[in-house]
């Protein structure tokens, strides 16, 4: 287990909700839905960094979800998101660079701003490929670097600073998606070239 990493989102965890629900959550919403459309009815699916359970609230009902989260804290916070969500869900305190499930586990994986925060994002990914069945999919809400000036050298100038409290903000997660060995499949911009969803298969 990460400690470091666990202990910054620990005490993240006493200010995220007010930090993240009425601003970021409802901007991205409509995006977010239609990245958990995407949710198969029948698929055992593993959604990664539940947070204090915020994305909830956009998940299609009746699916067979588990929620891992490097965090205690927010796990204990998203206790009673996670209790009322309308199908079988379950969540668990897990590193995803040390994840205790079987090879090909789950048909899908879903992130939500996640790979913006992983310590190794690409032995992370790694990881998700393994606990994926073949042909599984792989569905991401991201937040990313950029290519356009000067957004790209303030993200990079500003990055070193963000990751002490949260997520790097230059990270270049769709190469990071290749380098796993996933098929990317679809890419699609929501706000410039900086928040994303990306598609890929194992």
């Not at 979800?65 to 916070?77: F, H, N, Q, Y």
């Not at 998700?128 to 809400?141: A, C, D, S, T, Y």
């Not at 996933?182 to 706000?191: A, G, K, S, W």
């Amino acid at each position: 287990m990460d400690t470091a990493t666990q202990e910054k989102w620990d005490r993240a965890s006493r200010t995220f909700d007010l930090m993240s629900a009425y601003g970021p959550e409802w901007r991205w919403r409509p995006a977010k839905l239609r990245l958990f459309e995407r949710m198969n009815p029948d698929a055992k699916i593993l959604f990664l960094a539940l947070g204090t359970g915020l994305d909830i609230s956009c998940f299609p009902p009746g699916r067979d979800i588990t929620a891992i989260d490097i965090s205690p804290k927010m796990v204990e916070r998203a206790k009673e998101r996670v209790a009322a969500y309308d199908g079988n869900m379950t969540a668990q305190v897990m590193d995803v660079h040390a994840m205790d499930f079987p090879d090909d586990s789950f048909d899908q994986v879903f992130t939500s701003c996640t790979f913006c925060s992983v310590p190794n994002p690409v032995a992370g990914l790694l990881a998700l490929r393994q606990v994926l069945q073949p042909g599984g999919e792989l569905h991401m809400f991201e937040h990313t670097g950029s290519r356009l000036f000067p957004f790209s050298a303030m993200m990079k100038l500003m990055s070193p600073l963000a990751s002490k409290f949260g997520p790097e903000l230059d990270r270049d997660t769709v190469a990071n998606v290749r380098a796993a060995g996933f098929h990317l499949v679809e890419v699609n911009n929501i706000f410039l070239d900086t928040v994303k969803t990306i598609h890929a298969v194992k």
